[in-house]
């Protein structure tokens, strides 16, 4: 089956670093997706792992380990913004490529 | 830019109508989708469509049907709409399995 774990809620203060991560069992794994979602609005695509490693795109970065099916999100020198829903998603090959979604992280930036 | 517009972002209907909900893609993708969005659930896909003319089945398509005419316009029906579907619907389309969804700003609806 699959499955996608994050955390329900974090708070952070501005200008500090915050990591979400995200835990996932697929039956085949083929990359994972994170995106931002503002309430009310539609989700935004901020990054994608398809191998491990971080990648670095601003002041995000993401990170995966396939062996661990786990990523974390980074978001460094928060600003008031940054308060959104992040969102982890698998796509799975076995289920023809369709992405899964996880429950959302809702992030509270606070000053 | 992509664009992914959706014909309405409120909408209210009583029980038993039947719902139209819309989206066009201006970028030519193939693929399009329709989820559900709902607290505590997440994002549930409920049908996806790979080419014109055809759909297939997602993960909570009871109550549901689609159909795509054309490449660029994916249409989500409720065939007799009943309370338990109030919810945000939100479609997407990508050009490709490797490559990100681009979401339309959803549709909020009110079955009453």
């Known amino acids: 089956g699959q499955n996608i774990d994050q955390p329900t809620e974090m708070t952070a203060t501005e200008g500090a670093i915050v990591q979400i991560n995200c835990t996932y069992q697929?039956?085949?794994?083929?990359?994972l997706f994170w995106y931002q979602q503002h309430a009310g609005e539609a989700p935004t695509f901020l990054s994608y792992?398809?191998?491990?490693g971080l990648e670095e795109k601003g002041r995000f970065s993401s990170f995966l380990s396939r062996s661990k099916g786990y990523s974390y999100l980074l978001l460094k020198e928060l600003q008031m913004k940054d308060s959104a829903s992040y969102l982890c998603?698998?796509?799975?090959?076995?289920?023809?490529?369709?992405?899964?979604f996880g429950q959302g992280t809702e992030l509270s930036v606070k000053p | 830019d992509v664009k992914v517009t959706q014909s309405s972002r409120y909408l209210v209907k009583r029980t038993g109508e039947k719902v139209f909900l819309e989206c066009v893609q201006d970028?030519?993708?193939?693929?399009m989708f329709w989820y559900r969005q709902d607290p505590g659930l997440g994002l549930r896909l409920i049908y996806f469509?790979?080419?014109?003319?055809?759909?297939e089945k997602g993960d909570i398509p009871e109550g549901y049907s689609v159909s795509r005419e054309k490449k660029e316009r994916f249409s989500l029906i409720l065939e007799s709409a009943s309370t338990n579907q109030t919810s945000m619907y939100l479609c997407?389309?990508?050009?490709?399995?490797?490559?990100?969804?681009?979401f339309g700003p959803g549709t909020r609806l009110t079955v009453t």
């Open positions: 998603a698998v796509r799975d090959w076995v289920q023809g490529g369709k992405l899964i």
């Open positions: 792992n398809v191998l491990d």
């Open positions: 469509s790979y080419d014109v003319k055809m759909k």
């Open positions: 697929t039956s085949g794994f083929n990359g």
């Open positions: 997407a389309s990508t050009q490709g399995t490797g490559y990100e969804q681009y």
């Open positions: 970028m030519d993708h193939e693929n």
